[in-house]
Structures are given as C-alpha cells and as structure tokens.
C-alpha cells in the first residue's frame, strides 16, 4: 500500500494530539501556508498545508 499525504497528515495530527500543542504560528508565502508546532514535551513539528478538516481536530482552525 502506498501512503498518500493524508496518511502522513493523519499520524502527524495524531501525534501532536497525543503530545499536546504549547503554542503554535503559522505563516502563508508563495500559496502555501506553513505551520510551527510547538509541543508540550519540548518537541517542534512543521506540516505545510494542514487541512481544515485537521486543523479544526487540532483545534487551530481559522478561516484565512
């Protein structure tokens, strides 16, 4: 089977859900919006564009 982004993006948002989001931002350049997570544990993660759907499970949604 081969993995698509959305399976990618799925375990990631697992993960920073099982962590723990301390404080997130998030940037738009060139059409693409990048993310910065900064996790409980002292961990960092980055995801280039992150889904509504995903982002309203992590609880960052916003519409722009």
Same mark, same amino acid.
């Given at each position: 089977?081969? !993995? @698509? !982004?959305?399976?990618?993006?799925? =375990?990631?948002?697992? =993960? +920073? #859900?099982r +962590?723990?989001? =301390?404080? *997130?931002? !998030?940037?738009? =350049? @060139?059409?693409?919006? *990048?993310?910065?997570?900064n996790l $409980?544990?002292? #961990? $960092? ?10 982002? !309203?499970k992590?609880?960052? *949604?916003?519409?722009?």
């Amino acid at each position: 089977m081969v !993995k @698509r !982004k959305a399976d990618y993006e799925a =375990e990631f948002v697992e =993960e +920073i #859900q099982r +962590i723990g989001i =301390e404080w *997130y931002s !998030k940037m738009y =350049e @060139r059409g693409h919006w *990048y993310w910065c997570f900064n996790l $409980q544990d002292g #961990q $960092q993660r980055f995801w280039t564009d992150l889904t509504a759907e995903n982002q !309203k499970k992590l609880g960052v *949604y916003s519409d722009h």
